[in-house]
């Protein structure tokens, strides 16, 4: 069964992938932004934020990171809307495949294409002056961190791609999770916030995870931090799956 799994995953991811080296122009699109924000901040802004010491672009990239995923996953869930309302799934459940292997292509597919997105955002960090002294182990944690991110946020993409009834309410529900970096520690530190915005802003998911990575590319020591990112991230992975997997058996019942 689960050879039989694997199998049917990896050629409907196959179909998948193809779809995105057809249209790499969504990729492109989806680090956009991002690097938009980059500049803006870096050049504009960048001089009147005190956030210790270093570039401020090194400051900045984890949180900028952070962007590129939760836009880039808006695409996922526009993805499984088409495929819903095109009847894909119907017509692949009429074949002899495992059902889940169909959704499980569309969380890879999400996880390759945010894998180019966070490159090209990377890439252009570097040509603005971003430098770390991180080892292979620390650019490896960070990886892990990125893609369990990646994980997280495209499992609760899947909800709204499965039971959304339009376009618009598709891509609606990226809106906070690309703002709610601002209100971390992703731009300036927590410390100068007022009160109310500093209270949620140091205990919500995305303020720890900046942390976690901020640490290893700077070689400071991660504490508990990391931990609490962690933490948060499979949380959110374990809720969101449960709902889509409820969501998915119903439409496909």
């Known amino acids: 069964m689960d050879t039989h799994f694997f199998g049917d995953t990896a050629v409907l991811l196959g179909r998948s992938l193809k779809h995105i080296t057809r249209s790499l122009d969504t990729i492109i699109t989806t680090a956009i932004m991002p690097v938009a ?12 934020v005190k956030h210790g010491s270093g570039s401020y672009v ?9 962007i590129t995923i939760a836009s880039g996953i808006s695409y996922t869930a526009y993805r ?33 294409a945010n894998l180019i997105s966070l490159v090209v955002v990377v890439g252009v960090a570097l040509l603005m002056g971003f430098r770390s002294g991180a080892g292979v182990l620390a650019w490896l ?12 946020l495209t499992w609760i993409a899947v909800i709204p791609g499965l039971s959304a009834k339009s376009v618009d309410g598709v891509g609606a529900f990226s809106y906070p999770l690309i703002f709610l ?18 209270a949620f802003a140091e205990h919500q998911p995305v303020t720890s995870i900046v942390n976690a990575i901020r640490d290893l590319f700077t070689q ?15 949380g959110i992975v374990v809720v969101a799956y449960s709902f889509a997997m409820v969501i998915y058996r119903r439409k496909i019942a």
């Open 37 to 48: 924000f980059m500049l803006l901040f870096v050049y504009v802004f960048g001089g009147a």
């Open 58 to 66: 090194t400051y900045l990239l984890p949180g900028i990171l952070l």
């Open 80 to 112: 499984l809307f088409v495929d819903m309302k095109g009847g894909i799934f119907e017509r692949f459940q009429s074949m002899p495949i495992a059902r889940s292997s169909v959704l499980w292509s569309h969380v890879l597919t999400s996880l390759v």
């Open 141 to 152: 944690a960070i990886a892990g961190i990125l893609l369990l991110f990646t994980l997280a």
């Open 181 to 198: 970096p601002f209100i971390s520690s992703a731009f300036v530190p927590t410390h100068t916030m007022p009160g109310p915005v500093r």
């Open 220 to 234: 400071q020591p991660v504490g508990s931090g990391i931990w609490i990112a962690l933490a948060w991230m499979v």
